[in-house]
């Protein structure tokens, strides 16, 4: 008979099995702390379940439809348009303080009032042409006129002075006739600032210019109409509008008034790209209408390993009548509301739906990523920690076989 040992199983000992466990404890803490993964940003359920009940800024979500693209094309560009933007104007040709005049009086006869002035003929014999030295309307808005004393001419046209001091001189003149024109126009001014080739103070004429006129006759933009601002000062009150914008609304282009202030800057016109994208970036926005189909293009596309097709996401801000077509009884107050906008690329649909989207200055494009995005970190995640927890049972079973 032959006698069999009996094996004999191999046991950790209490130490042993100590190391053992605190390498898997050790290795499996950081998932058990994991309440998030590093990310680009929310996923589209978290972007819908905060629409909901918002944690920081009250937001309207619109998920993009043939309906909501009617509504924003209804409406035009919005922004930075000529929308109350100022009206009326001019006021030009009329006297100011600090303007001088010149003022020719016409006698038929001879012997008239202005007798014994240096004079010229004029038509029949005996007929007296006078012209007066130049005359300063004062801070108050007067001037003196010979024989006639102070006389309002401030506010008034040329022509309306004229027929003022015609009528004064009635009493003294035989039948007086009086022309009344600018020589210096100093009241009448406006200053043209800021990205402009030649900025500097430009008179109005009696015609009367437009911004656009100003703008051309101090040199032009520095930069692309549709990157370039012009700022109208008007009093206290400041308008703003974009050059690219009055081009194409001439009707907007307004007349100025004496004492505008003109300033041109260049501010350019971006939108972000942020997310599961071929690339993430600021972008410049073309003058020509950007369409969201055309920016995911230019910055790659979506990301194949990353992106969800069915999270597009553009964030901006929309004025309240738009924002209430879109989304009626959302949140957010104030005249401009923030809306986010859900794309759907899952389907053919989605496409057309976004080359329908303009983009807007500084809006903003973010790609979600997808669940199993989520899923892969979270199990590379995992594989991370396997390699700890093995490498513990090895010290282990090491301690056993050099008898630790």
Avoid at 59 to 64: G, P, Q, S
Avoid at 91 to 98: E, F, I, S
Avoid at 352 to 376: C, H, M, P, W
Avoid at 387 to 403: D, H, M, N, R, W
Wanted: with cysteine; glycine share 12%; proline share 6%.
């Amino acid at each position: 008979m032959y006698a069999f040992k009996r094996r004999a199983y191999w046991r950790p000992s209490s130490r042993q099995a100590s190391v053992a466990c605190l390498s898997v404890a050790l290795a499996t803490a950081p998932l058990a702390g994991c309440t998030s993964l590093p990310s680009s940003g929310p996923q589209a359920s978290a972007v819908e379940r905060e629409a909901q009940s918002p944690k920081t800024l009250p937001f309207r979500l619109v998920k993009y439809s043939a309906q909501a693209s009617s509504i924003l094309s209804a409406y035009g560009e919005v922004g930075m348009s000529t929308d109350g933007f100022f009206r009326g104007g001019g006021g030009a040709g009329k006297l100011g303080a600090g303007d001088a005049i010149s003022v020719t009086v016409i006698e038929p006869t001879s012997g008239g009032l202005f007798t014994g002035i240096s004079s010229a003929s004029a038509g029949g014999e005996g007929s007296k042409i006078v012209t007066l030295p130049d005359i300063q309307i004062d801070g108050s808005g007067m001037i003196v006129f010979p024989f006639v004393g102070r006389v309002k001419a401030a506010g008034k046209t040329p022509t309306q002075l004229g027929l003022e001091i015609e009528s004064k001189l009635k009493e003294n003149a035989v039948q007086p006739q009086v022309l009344v024109r600018l020589s210096a126009n100093l009241a009448n001014r406006v200053v043209v600032g800021g990205d402009v080739k030649s900025p500097g103070e430009f008179d109005i004429t009696p015609a009367g210019e437009t911004l656009l006129q100003l703008v051309t006759r101090a040199g032009g933009p520095a930069a692309r109409p549709s990157d370039t601002v012009v700022s109208l000062t008007r009093g206290s009150t400041t308008r703003s509008v974009r050059l690219h914008a009055l081009l194409q609304n001439p009707s907007s282009d307004i007349r100025v008034q004496k004492g505008d202030f003109i300033n041109v800057s260049t501010v350019a016109r971006t939108y972000l790209m942020l997310g599961a994208s071929g690339t993430s970036a600021e972008f410049p926005l073309p003058a020509e209408p950007l369409s969201l189909a055309g920016a995911l293009g230019r910055a790659g596309g979506l990301n194949d390993a990353r992106a969800d097709a069915k999270g597009i996401f553009v964030l901006r801000y929309e004025p309240r009548a738009i924002a209430d077509q879109l989304a009626p009884g959302g949140p957010g107050g104030g005249a401009f509301v923030p809306v986010v906008y859900q794309f759907d690329m899952g389907s053919a649909g989605g496409f057309f739906l976004t080359d329908r989207f303009n983009l807007r200055q500084k809006d903003i494009v973010y790609l979600s990523n997808a669940g199993s995005v989520e899923l892969s970190k979270m199990l590379d995640l995992f594989r991370m920690t396997v390699s700890p927890v093995l490498t513990g049972a090895t010290i282990a079973k090491t301690g056993q076989t050099f008898g630790q």
